[in-house]
């Protein structure tokens, strides 16, 4: 078979889209639909069938998928050997989704990595949605998530930190220089941050409890607690220690251990799965795997002001 017909079936499997798919080969949208009847007398399958406004595989085509894939993605290593990614020389655009911690905590490092090693390169980061990341990712839309979530599917992942969660208070908190107990905890007044990634399991741990009680502050955003604990120091937050540490340097606020268990954070950096341009995606992994392993967090940026 024309190994350009393999890519664009590549392509339409994974972009879902004719335009898309189009738009990735850099060739006419009649091209792309000349070649997939090509594909389909070839394969003597419709292989993608318009629903919704998406091109949905057959199942012969989602079969094939992953023998095509595996085929193009060594293909595509061993011509990028004969012409190489150079970062030195690039003007390529790489897309990073982040959480608003993410962007706090670890921005400015791939930011300070990227430019160290491909000056003319571009950052745009798109903002971390759990319910579209995964497609983002194997659509080619976005290169890399940084995500403290279980992305669903068998998208290629690196586990890159763990941490516990601890419990965050004002200086002038009436608890603060107690050890604070499970009862007390509970019928504390608390700041919730929905998306964070164990919300859940606080809820499920308060919910079993007779002593619970809804938040009394939901924020939208985490940058939110320390002002508001600061402002109202009668509430806690449960926050990733790091995250809790980071604010404890330049605001008055206080860390301590939570009086039960939590499961610990796990934060992964997670890479689209598609078989295009896999030599800049191998190095754009491995440079937002240093920014985030080898240099320091800077959740302390969110400060204490005057």
Do not use: C
């Amino acid at each position: 078979m024309d190994l350009n017909l393999v890519r664009v079936f590549v392509a339409i499997y994974e972009m879902k889209s004719l335009t898309a798919a189009a738009e990735r080969l850099f060739v006419t949208q009649s091209a792309v639909s000349q070649s997939l009847a090509k594909l389909r007398a070839t394969l003597d399958d419709e292989l993608f069938i318009r629903r919704g406004g998406v091109m949905a595989p057959t199942s012969f085509a989602t079969s094939a998928y992953p023998q095509f894939y595996d085929a193009l993605t060594a293909i595509e290593r061993v011509t990028g050997r004969v012409e190489p990614f150079d970062p030195a020389t690039t003007t390529r655009t790489f897309r990073i989704a982040l959480s608003e911690l993410g962007e706090v905590g670890w921005l400015a490092n791939i930011v300070f990595e990227v430019r160290r090693l491909a000056p003319q390169a571009h950052i745009e980061v798109v903002r971390l949605e759990t319910e579209t990341i995964a497609d983002q990712l194997r659509q080619g839309e976005v290169d890399v998530a940084i995500a403290p979530i279980g992305i669903p599917g068998d998208l290629e992942r690196t586990l890159v930190k763990k941490q516990a969660y601890r419990l965050l208070m004002s200086a002038a908190h009436p608890l603060v220089d107690n050890d604070v107990t499970t009862e007390q905890l509970l019928k504390l007044p608390r700041i919730a941050v929905p998306s964070d990634s164990g919300s859940d399991q606080l809820e499920s741990i308060q919910r079993g409890s007779a002593a619970y009680r809804e938040p009394a502050v939901v924020a939208q955003h985490f940058a939110s607690i320390p002002p508001i604990l600061r402002a109202q120091p009668d509430l806690v937050a449960i926050v990733p220690e790091s995250i809790g540490a980071g604010w404890a340097k330049t605001w008055p606020l206080v860390v301590k251990p939570l009086p039960f268990e939590m499961a610990a954070l796990e934060l992964s950096v997670y890479r689209r799965s598609t078989t295009h341009d896999q030599d800049i995606l191998d190095w754009l992994s491995r440079v937002v795997l240093r920014a985030i392993v080898a240099l320091p967090e800077h959740f302390e940026t969110i400060t204490g002001g005057n």
